[in-house]
């Protein structure tokens, strides 16, 4: 492939501003295969993304996304047996968890994780200790307005709306380059939806990538550039979003939508 070629031509063409390579994968998974002790249940995930794009990725229940995600951020449970995992260079199949917390992947899980006995502000403080180049505690009230009113609040006693915004303004506080949200919009109301979806799109010129699973698949298609469907552990199918939209045979078949 002339990857090599497409991506200089990228750069002769772009300005020396913070131009998105469109061409050349920033994230990569080649034939990932994890495991539940014996249980196989990521049976040879392949997926491309580009640099500022959002993947939905989606699939019935148990179709293997939560356990996608975990193999990604490389939690040892499930346990990657085989593949590769590529961000921006980066062999991350070859890290452990902290370290593919610190080359840049940021898993925020369907419980979210807000720390107990700790304040918003504290929460997104302690996230900062991180190594790397967070948002500062300025830029994330101005992009999360919700969170700067209650700062001094305890995370725990926030909204579902409003943990799962305290989540993504953590990850956002760390050196984040591919977000993976589980769920995020489970249980939360429209305009809340609405707010999580303003802030994940205006993420995207910043060159952060998303991965996004969520029962909601017509909202995480509406917002995604690409598609993902998983069955029992395979990909069932990859392409753009509006390909998903577009067929129903398809949204029928694994979306029941
Ligand atoms: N901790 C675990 N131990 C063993 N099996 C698990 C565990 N977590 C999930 N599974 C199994 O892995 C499969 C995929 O689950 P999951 O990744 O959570 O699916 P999804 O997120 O698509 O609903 C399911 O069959 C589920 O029962
Ligand atoms: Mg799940």
Redesign the pocket.
């Given at each position: 492939m002339s990857s090599v070629a497409m991506q200089s031509e990228t750069i002769a063409a772009g300005s020396n501003t913070a131009e998105l390579d469109t061409t050349r994968p920033f994230f990569s998974v080649r034939d990932m295969h994890a495991y539940?002790?014996e249980?196989y249940?990521v049976q040879g995930v392949s997926l491309d993304i580009r640099k500022g794009e959002i993947l939905a990725l989606l699939?019935?229940?148990?179709?293997?996304?939560?356990?996608?995600l975990r193999t990604i951020a490389r939690t040892d449970?499930p346990q990657m047996r085989q593949g590769e995992i590529w961000l921006d260079g980066m062999p991350i199949h070859e890290m452990s968890s902290y370290q593919a917390a610190r080359a840049g992947i940021q898993l925020v899980p369907e419980d979210r994780r807000i720390i107990q006995g700790l304040t918003v502000e504290e929460n997104i403080s302690l996230a900062k200790v991180a190594p790397g180049n967070g948002w500062s505690l300025e830029q994330i009230y101005e992009s999360f307005p919700r969170l700067a009113e209650r700062r001094t609040q305890e995370g725990v006693t926030l909204s579902g709306g409003e943990q799962q915004m305290l989540a993504i303004a953590r990850a956002l506080a760390r050196d984040l380059k591919l977000l993976l949200l589980d769920e995020p919009y489970e249980g939360l109301a429209p305009v809340i939806v609405h707010e999580i979806e303003r802030i994940l799109h205006s993420i995207k010129p910043l060159g952060i990538t998303t991965i996004i699973?969520e029962q909601n698949a017509v909202a995480a298609l509406k917002l995604a550039d690409r598609a993902v469907i998983?069955d029992t552990?395979e990909v069932a199918f990859a392409g753009t979003a509006k390909e998903v939209l577009d067929n129903a045979d398809l949204r029928h078949e694994y979306l029941a939508i």
């Open positions: 539940y002790g249980s249940i699939g019935r229940n148990g179709a293997g996304k939560t356990s996608t449970n699973v998983l552990g």
